[in-house]
């Protein structure tokens, strides 16, 4: 059997080795899962309800434990890592309520004469089995977005998690097994991306694919996924609007914390941001003042702000988009500089729009701040792009606002908020790259569901 070693990128060093699931294991893996369905279907709401509970409990009094193999597996700060298991929680809390509440519908039959004598209702039944793919930036709370509201519904998983943070998910499926999941009912797979993601995308017996990551592999996936049920919550470059009007220190925190956290490596990050030429200067004195007094450090000291980049390689590749910028005219106000995996965060002025880090999904810490003299004109600024996921807009004027949260392209508009803003059980998903279907427990639920209608004849 291989093993797989994961790394903390923040040092190079070796956290753990890990087992990889063998490819002809999955045969073996989705029979166990299709058995552990009927278990499963058998479960009452309540007893779903909680088994969630159980490990929201437990996932709670095993945060720092939690937390330390987050921040290892992925280079996040602990802070971070600990406020990530707080949400994991609520995440799984918010299922466990959502299994309470699953209802079908009672359906008007004799509302056409030919229903004359019938009453109809729906019921929501799960699915089966339901391939869960996810990515390394969160990489327990994205994780339990997808397996919450899948065992709410009554179904199983087989959860891949990213290859370089598997240990989350391996950590949540023993918290499940002593909440009292029936056995087989979750199971972690271990390798690679383009095999075992690939053969999950097609079994014929895995129902539907829940998938967090890129746009080229989501994509991908669906491409091939024929009959099967698609959920992909995929990249953006979300933008920020800072209207003339608005608190600027307000405006100025959220966009440090929503750009560097997790060393902008959200697919929520904040990365293009548009100012009111009036107030451009005085917000960005405040947003250099905020990145340069982040603290870079190890992951595991408490008072980090930045640790690293998931990889070398992907520090490597932001810091070109950010030299590329500049070679088409951006100037670099702080940062752009690289320790190993580590980037120092960054902003930059007048980024053009043929540079990738106006284009393209920048995933690091670096912020790209262009003025604007009109509304309409910032709000073209935010829709030039192929995504659209989230955005924030800060401003008290109510009509401007009014106009951003109808006009702006996004799956969410956050007023007086940055991009970054989540809370667990809101509806999230993107607009055109950025996705197809929604998350949060309620709305993943619908997905994750079939609707049965059953019509009576009374006479
Ligand atoms: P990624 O490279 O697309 O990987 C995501 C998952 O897909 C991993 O488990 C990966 O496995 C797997 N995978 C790779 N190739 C596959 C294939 N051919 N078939 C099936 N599965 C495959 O993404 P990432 O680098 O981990 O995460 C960053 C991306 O996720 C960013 O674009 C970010 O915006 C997006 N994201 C979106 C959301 C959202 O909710 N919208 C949230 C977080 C992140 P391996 O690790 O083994 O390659």
Redesign the pocket.
Known sequence: MSVRKVHLAFDGAVVAEVPETPIGELPNLIEKARKASRAMADLTRDQRASILFEASRRMLAGKNDLARVIALESGKPIREAKAEVDRAASTLWFSGEEAHRLAGDEIPMDAAALGKGRTGYTLRQPLGIVAA??????PLN?AMHKVGPAIAAGNTVLL?????TPLSSMHAASIFAQAGLPQDALQVLI????E???A??KAPEVRMIS????????M??AAKAGMKRVTL????NSAVLVLEDADLDAAAAACVAGAYGNSG???ISVQRVYVAAPVMNAFVERLVAGARALKIAHPLEEDTDISSLIHEDEALRVQSWIGEAVREGAALLTGGGRSMATLQPTVLSNVSKSSKLHRD?V?GPVAGVNSFQTLEEAIAMANDSRYG?QAGVFTNNLKAAWRCAREIEAGGVLINDASAFRVDQMP???FKD??MGK?GPRYAIESMTETKLVSWRLH
């Open positions: 793919i996810t990515p390394f930036n969160f994205l891949k998690p990213a290859s370089l390798g690679a991306g383009g075992v993601g690939e999950l995308g998938f967090t990551g890129s746009a080229a592999v989501g991908g996936l919550e995929l990249g953006n490596q959200s697919c999904e995933f996921l999230y998903g993107g950025s996705g998350e």
